[in-house]
């Protein structure tokens, strides 16, 4: 890998979602209208929103972020530019690296907004820091970005990239523990729940929620989520072709 090449790539992803400015609200946007719709559903009971604001904070950015990713990524493969920048010195850990970068940027405004707006606009109540909640959603939001270029690796289209969301997404969100605590779900659901990455993005939510410091749990869970968010990076590179056919 090649640092200067990995930030040129990170640039030119940047210049072109500038370009791009339904991308950009998409991101940058609905994660914070989602959580606003979400407080005054709640309204007449604000602590059911404090018990499940925290963890859609980190839900919501991830799912974001994986769609815009998903297809931008693709109609860059569709398009032949993966395919001639491929033919270029250019290693594909760079490439993949420079976009993770790119869109990582953009996963941290994401991130400071959304956290900035549930709790001083929203008055969502959390016991810990808002620093580790922002943390949390900060590496909610790479793991989507991560997911994202992942996926399209296996769409043809960009209908086929939002095909996936189900198949990727929405299993996650049934037995994160969003719904019902996951020792209380059936064995089997319990033992796959363990296993997905959102399980532990809602976890590291609910101890920020619950605890004013920083705890053994939720250092295994923000490790877990990063850990997973780099691992599907480098299944992201594995799965680059050299030719977009």
């Known amino acids: 890998m090649n640092l200067h090449r990995t930030l040129a790539t990170a640039a030119r992803v940047l210049r072109q979602l500038r370009h791009d400015p339904r991308s950009i609200a998409l991101m940058l946007l609905v994660p914070c209208v989602m959580l606003l719709l979400l407080r005054y559903v709640f309204d007449g009971n604000p602590r059911t929103f404090d018990s499940i604001g925290a963890s859609l904070l980190g839900i919501f950015p991830l799912i974001t972020m994986f769609l815009v990713t998903s297809i931008a990524t693709l109609r860059e493969r569709t398009s032949g530019t993966l395919e001639r920048l491929l033919a270029m010195p250019l290693a594909k850990g760079d490439l993949i690296a420079g976009y993770a970068l790119a869109f990582g940027a953009l996963a941290v405004v994401q991130s400071v907004l959304a956290t900035g707006l549930a709790l001083w606009a929203l008055g969502l109540d959390v016991t810990g820091s808002a620093w580790l ?37 929405f299993p996650q969100l049934l037995l994160c523990g969003l719904f019902t605590p996951r020792d209380k779900m059936q064995p ?58």
Do not use: K, W
């Not at 997911?147 to 086929?160: D, K, R």
């Not at 939720?218 to 590179?237: E, P």
């Open 133 to 169: 909640l922002l943390l949390v959603a900060l590496l909610d939001a790479l793991l989507g970005t991560a997911l994202g270029l992942f996926v399209s690796a296996f769409a043809a289209s960009e209908f086929q990239a939002v095909q996936f969301m189900p198949a990727v997404i």
């Open 188 to 245: 089997v659901l319990e033992a796959i729940s363990n296993v997905l990455p959102m399980s532990y993005a809602v976890d590291g939510m609910n101890e920020v929620l619950r605890h004013p410091d920083i705890t053994g749990d939720f250092v295994r869970d923000a490790a877990i989520v990063a850990a997973c968010a780099v691992l599907v990076l480098a299944l992201g590179a594995a799965t680059l072709r050299r030719r977009t056919a």
